[in-house]
């Protein structure tokens, strides 16, 4: 059973929400509270898995509550659902919320009459939430850093997120490879999620900066607003690595920054030594990219339809023949693992 703590000044938001939340055997609704000084004791009293916080509330607010928790010790600390409404005060709130700490987002409509229409998206992202695991990455001795000569690449969009979680929480430590994600995402969030994924990861995990050199057993989150485009570099040994350049060229399928930019560049540059992954997403955005990876000598890999909540990305992959395999969410960390072994 996962246990909700429901945080939110509004006497009607909290009923509604323990209502929907409530309709599903597995979830139980274990308290609630109206602002963030209420909301604290009741996490001490209560132990809940899950805290569904609004952002503005009186006394303290849901900011607040996430800073004063950052500066908590806890055994089992709940993880964070923020829900707000869709401003641009909001915005820079929800980011700010990531970064201190919130697992996650969602919006709340406007119209309050339309808030039964988040029943899916809200039980989803409660059960997805408890299935994040919690990584206490061992730290490596001092060595130096060595050039990625492999790359892994994984494209994403709508849905995307919590398969990213599932995908990276699972890679080994010891891939003998850079990772560079793609997720179709605002400007601004990607850093959040970049820090998302590094506290679920045995891995480091980074929004890109211009300039970065790939660097094995590292993750790389494409920023915001900006194409990842790598080139290459060579080492003092003349083996060949990759390098991040951010480009702020014309959007490729309405998108910045697009999957085709990244996989088309990184195939140049890695040919038989990149594997390239799509998951859900919408549109056409990766099939050029993916269909680049192929020609070059690199292994592709997409999710099954059933796993994604949207297919149009790996199905414009698909229709060009340039896919490897098909595999269910849980196994394609696996075969990532495998293929990069391969690799040498």
């Given at each position: 059973m996962i246990r909700v703590l429901i945080v939110d000044d509004s006497v009607f938001m909290r009923t509604v929400l323990a209502d929907i939340m409530g309709s599903d055997d597995?979830?139980?609704i274990v308290g609630s509270a109206e602002d963030g000084v209420i909301a604290l004791q009741k996490i001490d009293e209560l132990?809940?898995?899950v805290v569904t916080l609004d952002i503005q509330m009186p006394n303290m607010d849901g900011i607040e509550m996430l800073e004063?928790?950052?500066m908590r010790s806890y055994e089992n600390r709940p993880r964070?659902?923020?829900?707000?409404?869709?401003?641009?005060?909001?915005?820079d709130l929800t980011k700010r919320?990531?970064?201190?700490?919130?697992d996650d987002f969602m919006l709340k409509p406007h119209n309050l009459g339309k808030i039964r229409g988040i029943e899916s998206e809200l039980i989803t992202k409660i059960k997805h939430l408890v299935t994040i695991p919690s990584v206490q990455r061992q730290p490596k001795p001092e060595t130096e850093t060595k050039q990625a000569e492999n790359i892994v690449l994984i494209g994403s969009s709508a849905g995307g997120p919590p398969m990213l979680d599932s995908v990276v929480s699972a890679l080994d430590p010891d891939i003998n490879a850079a990772i560079i994600i793609t997720q179709h995402m605002p400007a601004g969030f990607t850093a959040s999620l970049a820090q998302r994924l590094d506290r679920i990861s045995q891995l480091p995990v980074k929004e890109t900066e211009n300039g970065d050199v790939l660097e094995n057993g590292k993750v790389y989150v494409s920023k915001g607003g900006f194409h990842t485009v790598i080139s290459a570099t060579i080492d003092s040994s003349g083996k060949i690595g990759g390098k991040i350049t951010h480009s702020k060229s014309p959007p490729v399928h309405a998108v910045r920054p697009a999957i085709d930019k990244t996989f088309n560049s990184a195939a140049k540059v890695f040919k038989t030594r990149a594997v390239a992954t799509v998951l859900s997403g919408m549109g056409s955005d990766c099939g050029e990219g993916m269909e680049t990876v192929k020609n070059a000598g690199g292994k592709t890999i997409v999710v099954k339809e059933e796993d994604a909540l949207v297919y149009g990305m790996a199905r414009s992959a698909l229709s060009r023949n340039c896919v490897d395999k098909v595999l269910p969410l849980k196994a394609?960390?696996?075969?990532?693992?495998?293929?990069?072994?391969?690799m040498g």
């Open positions: 597995s979830i139980e132990s809940p898995d004063q928790m950052k964070i659902l923020m829900l707000s409404t869709l401003t641009s005060k909001d915005a919320a990531l970064d201190l700490g919130a394609i960390p696996r075969e990532i693992m495998k293929t990069v072994s391969e």
